[in-house]
């Protein structure tokens, strides 16, 4: 391979990582937030889908991409709000609810996307760093970048320093941690629980309006393959940190960016393989994180996944 | 509770044989509850199916009556309903067996691809050289041996690592479709297929039979045969009984001195192979060749089959076959009524979600129970 080619491959991943990143990143987010409260919520990969369709239906029928992104967040926290509301009753499990509302999210969103499927839809638009910063023309394009990335990227500095510092931070680790001490201290232990799993749906449904309105911008029945999934288990790679979740979402979106940065200097062969390296590399981390100590002593006590 | 009172008051025989009956009541009880709260399940989520179809301005009453013809109601429906109950008996299986012992495991699907692409691939050296009862057989081993060792791996890494099965058995189920799609579009492509790329056919001479009179193939009768074996071994065996012990309680399963690594490798293998006899079927009887169409969801629909049937593998028979109903005729509805092919993936979903909110209800009605105090645990 020679510079220019490697050049090539590395500016594109660069650029992929950031395009492809934003829907982990927002999912992950989510994810911790739920997952920090002592619930898990493995029903994201659907929420991300029936976000994107709708975000795509708001954004066609309205002409407007941001009230896409809204829409999709409301639709993505309703679907969080009922996975909180029913998991507070007696026999319920989180886990199985999650794979429940995976399969309705994905059903609903297949039923009402269907006439989407061809029309275009407005997009969002995009800021050109590179153009800003003077980048030569070659990373102009790695760098133009989707201010929901840079909303993501602010979301998570937030939920850093508000989790540490902030008296709903402390709220919602007391009851991830231990319920019976959270009680004791009087705070509603459901409540909390469901307002965590509706941001979580939220930020998820805004992860999907990503998917569907800038990258990769059309509705499709094959738009999300595992997205939502990756998502929450590189938040147990990130050990429930805010900033590694973005750190994590950008390491996947290199994985997921170089079968097509490959394909863009002529290496087609492998392509399914290449497809494949998200996947292998999250159970690879989950391989190497999940058995070890110090990952331990960062999960929030109440976790059902813990236990 | 009661008997040990009586039994320490007055140890007589007369009262023993009323204390048996009425031990024997609250356990018919029980088990009605186990077949009234999926029922209820059933019927409030088609209501509120119905619901949703009378609000996008489709008749309801229509639907289930095309849902009936189209699963049930003509010999040809029914046949088609069976054939797609085969897959979703073998594939519940492979969600059953590992929820006995704690494990939510829902690789099923990937088990089915890549065991049906295991058992085309080896076949490809040996067609038209190997006479059919060789052929089929090294297919059947290598589709079994593929499912029980992916689905097992989900288990290693669970006992070993800690590593969640639910995540990661979906996550092997996006590595095995790549790994087909790898293959059925690289170097096993059979060049005639241009617009679905596949591996070579078996060729039809070489394809399973159907159970003699119908047109159902033989995969219903060994979904059925395993159904009924691996009941036996759950609830009659010493290997089911630890089983269960450590779905109930690991950590004193482990105090006891069971085998709990063991156990858990064994269970998720166990259902790796069930998935693989699905996917092993789907080839040899069904399709003839690895293609896209082994991902048909059959892997996703036997979770929430398994999860109606309470994880019994009996009850899985009978669910299945609705399912398979539902499955089979989704095509007439979707011609007949204009609705998209995904409504039976919202009518699934919302069984789904509705089933496991009634959990809940389990224990809070006294003619379930028979005695109140004991119920709520």
Known sequence: MTDSALATVLIAMIGGAIRVSTPFMFVAL???????????????????????MVAYMTSYKTGSPWLGVL?????GMALGALHGAVCRLPRVNDVAIGIAMMSFGVGLAFFFGKPYIQPTAPRLPSVPIGEWIGAPPALRVALDVNPLFLVGIAIAIFLWWAFKNTRWGLILRTTGDSAPAARAMGIPVDFVRFLATSAGGFLAGVAGAFLSLYYPGSWNEGLSSGQGLMAVALVIFARWDPLKCVIAALLFGAAGALGPSLQSIGITSGYYFFNAAPYILTLLIMIASAGSKRAMRDVPGELSMSR | MQKST????????????????????????????????????LVTSGALFAVFLALIGKPPADFYSLLWRGGFGTAFSLQNTLQRAAPLILTALAMAIPARIGLIMIGGEGALVLSGFSAAAVALPLIGVAPKFVLLPVMAAAAIVVGALWVGLAGYLRHARGVNETISSLLLTYIAIAIMNFFVEGALRDPGSANKPSTFP?????????????????????????????????SRTTFGFAARITGGNPRAALAQGLPVGKLIVACSMIAGACAGVAGFFEIAAIHGRAN????????????????????????IIPVAIMF????????????????????????????FVVLLISETLYGRFAIFSGERSTSRT
């Not at chain 2, 159970?211 to 159904?227: R, Y």
């Not at chain 2, 896209?292 to 629909?301: C, I, K, N, P, Q």
Request: charged share 15%; proline share 4%; net charge negative.
């Open chain 2, 6 to 41: 009586t039994a320490d008051t007055s140890p007589s025989a007369p009262i023993e044989t009323v204390e048996f009956a009425s031990d024997l009541g609250i356990r018919l009880r029980r088990s009605a509850e186990y077949v009234a709260v999926p029922l209820f399940a």
């Open chain 1, 30 to 52: 989510g994810e911790t937030i739920t997952e920090k409260s002592g619930r898990i919520n493995l029903g994201l990969e659907g929420t991300l889908v029936l976000g994107a």
């Open chain 1, 71 to 75: 829409g999709a967040g409301c639709v």
């Open chain 2, 324 to 351: 398979g109903g539902i499955a089979a005729a989704g095509g007439l509805i979707q011609r007949r009524m204009g609705l998209p092919d995904a409504s039976v993936l919202v009518l699934q979903g919302l069984i």
């Open chain 2, 292 to 315: 896209a169409s082994l991902a048909a969801g059959y892997g996703f629909t036997g979770i929430l089959v398994a999860f109606l049937a309470r994880h019994n593998p009996i009850a």
């Open chain 2, 202 to 234: 078996i060729g039809d001479a070489n394809m399973i039979g159907t159970i003699p009179g119908t047109d159902v193939h033989w995969g219903l009768a060994a979904g059925i045969v395993l159904c009924i074996a691996l009941h036996f071994l759950m």
